[in-house]
């Protein structure tokens, strides 16, 4: 005979009951590696713990949030004791942590720090190597996956912010395996066919550690250390940190604000530029301003030179015509004294060059005389 079916809600609720009674799931020790950890805005703490083949959905309760003994982070080997628990809409079960021990770095922290320290050495890193991003790029390459969200935050970004960029996009895979192949020869593609690039970036959402882990793999740094082109890497939030935020040129805390630093706002620079209009034309008024101010005064200062000089010149004058009036001999001769001209009509001021006999014409205030020199002695 059939058994009689039940409901969905009536075998969720069986087992919710089962998983609650059984002794080893009340307080169970599992261990496993940290990935994907969310400190949401509800107070509570959730991640997954997985091992190499399976993974667990975590949760802390906001009263154990404040006093977990560290921060949880991905890549963490922890042991935690804790309670299962269903729930019954979804028939989900997950871990409820009550107490959390940490053994030290998972596989994926491991292999980050492994692969840092190589490409350290090689100099990867090292800042002499980065390049500057162009201030007002015309072109701009995106390597991510074209359905992702990324693609869409940076275009928002880029399209709200400037209107004058082009924008491709080189689709790539961005987690699971063959992305970071993908990606690196995304890269690699922008450059041989589209070096006129102005800037390329790189990356990808939010994810957990092993979903990030593409962006940690050497073929992307190389290709990201190879690239001619300035490179932006965008890859998850910014807690993260990949191998690709440290060899590219510029690290962008997320593919939203990969955006924001890969363009100028044309609008902020619009008001930026009347600003200065403003400013200019303000400070070429009071120039003007003082311009005519000291043009004024210059005219000022040379219409005072003048005067001063004309009085001077006037005063010379007249002490000119003062001492010429008083050199006049027709004032001497009103005086009572006469001037005696020779026959040529010259002023004879001595009797050196006279001779007896000499005809000369005597000239007083009121007529003229004429005379010859009859004898002639010179005073001693």
């Given at each position: 005979?059939?058994?009689?079916?039940?409901?969905?809600?009536?075998?969720?609720?069986?087992?919710a009951r089962?998983?609650?009674?059984?002794?080893?799931?009340?307080?169970?020790?599992?261990?496993g590696?940290?990935?994907?950890?969310?400190?949401?805005r509800?107070?509570?703490?959730?991640?997954?713990?997985?091992?190499?083949s399976?993974?667990?959905a975590c949760k802390?309760?906001r009263?154990?949030?404040?006093?977990l003994p560290?921060?949880?982070?991905?890549g963490m080997?922890?042991?935690?004791?804790g309670?299962i628990d269903?729930?019954?809409?979804?028939?989900?079960?997950?871990?409820?942590?009550n107490?959390?021990?940490?053994?030290?770095?998972?596989?994926?922290a491991?292999?980050?720090?492994r692969?840092k320290?190589?490409?350290?050495?090689?100099?990867?890193f090292?800042?002499?190597?980065?390049k500057?991003?162009?201030?007002?790029?015309?072109?701009i390459g995106i390597?991510?996956?074209?359905?992702?969200a990324?693609?869409?935050d940076?275009?928002?970004?880029?399209?709200?912010?400037n209107?004058?960029?082009?924008?491709?996009?080189?689709?790539?895979?961005?987690?699971?395996?063959?992305?970071?192949?993908?990606?690196?020869?995304?890269?690699?593609t922008?450059?041989?066919?589209?070096?006129?690039?102005?800037?390329?970036?790189?990356?990808?959402?939010?994810?957990?550690?092993?979903?990030?882990?593409p962006f940690n793999?050497?073929?992307?740094?190389?290709?990201?250390?190879?690239?001619?082109?300035p490179?932006?890497?965008?890859?998850?939030?910014?807690?993260?940190?990949?191998?690709?935020?440290?060899?590219a040129?510029?690290?962008?805390?997320?593919p939203?604000?990969?955006?924001?630093?890969?363009?100028?706002?044309?609008?902020e620079?619009a008001?930026?530029?009347?600003?200065?209009?403003?400013?200019?034309f303000?400070?070429l008024?009071?120039?003007?301003m003082y311009s005519?101010?000291?043009t004024?005064r210059?005219?000022?200062?040379?219409?005072?030179?003048?005067?001063?000089?004309?009085l001077?010149?006037?005063?010379?004058?007249?002490?000119?015509?003062?001492?010429?009036?008083?050199?006049?001999p027709?004032?001497i001769?009103?005086?009572?004294?006469?001037v005696?001209?020779?026959?040529n009509?010259?002023p004879?001021?001595g009797?050196?060059?006279?001779?007896?006999?000499?005809?000369y014409t005597?000239?007083?205030k009121?007529?003229?005389?004429?005379s010859?020199?009859e004898?002639?002695?010179?005073?001693?």
């Open positions: 005979m059939a058994l009689k079916p039940i409901k969905v809600s009536e075998l969720n609720a069986y087992v089962i998983l609650k009674t059984d002794p080893l799931l009340i307080n169970v020790r599992v261990t590696e940290v990935s994907g950890v969310n400190y949401h509800n107070g509570m703490v959730y991640f997954d713990l997985k091992d190499d399976s993974k667990i802390v309760s009263g154990k949030t404040p006093v560290f921060r949880i982070t991905d080997e922890v042991i935690i004791t309670t269903v729930y019954e809409k979804t028939g989900t079960y997950s871990l409820w942590v107490d959390i021990e940490e053994k030290g770095l998972g596989k994926l491991e292999e980050f720090l692969m320290e190589k490409l350290e050495k090689e100099g990867l090292d800042p002499k190597y980065k500057q991003l162009p201030a007002f790029p015309a072109r390597v991510t996956s074209p359905g992702g990324a693609v869409k940076i275009l928002k970004n880029i399209t709200a912010r209107s004058f960029v082009d924008v491709m996009i080189y689709p790539a895979a961005v987690q699971g395996t063959g992305a970071a192949e993908q990606i690196a020869r995304a890269i690699d922008a450059n041989r066919l589209h070096p006129e690039t102005d800037i390329l970036i790189v990356g990808r959402g939010g994810g957990s550690m092993e979903e990030l882990s793999e050497e073929c992307v740094a190389r290709s990201i250390f190879a690239s001619k082109i490179v932006i890497s965008a890859v998850g939030h910014e807690i993260d940190f990949s191998i690709a935020d440290l060899v040129d510029v690290r962008a805390e997320t939203t604000k990969a955006g924001v630093i890969a363009v100028p706002d044309t609008g620079l008001d930026e530029i009347e600003i200065l209009k403003r400013q200019f303000r400070e008024e009071n120039r003007f005519e101010l000291m004024d210059i005219r000022h200062e040379m219409l005072n030179s003048l005067k001063e000089r004309l001077k010149n006037e005063r010379a004058v007249e002490e000119y015509r003062l001492s010429l009036e008083l050199s006049d027709s004032k001769v009103e005086k009572g004294y006469a005696i001209r020779d026959v009509g010259k004879v001021t009797i050196a060059g006279m001779e007896v006999g000499d005809r005597i000239n007083m009121d007529g003229k005389a004429e010859v020199i004898s002639l002695s010179a005073e001693v």
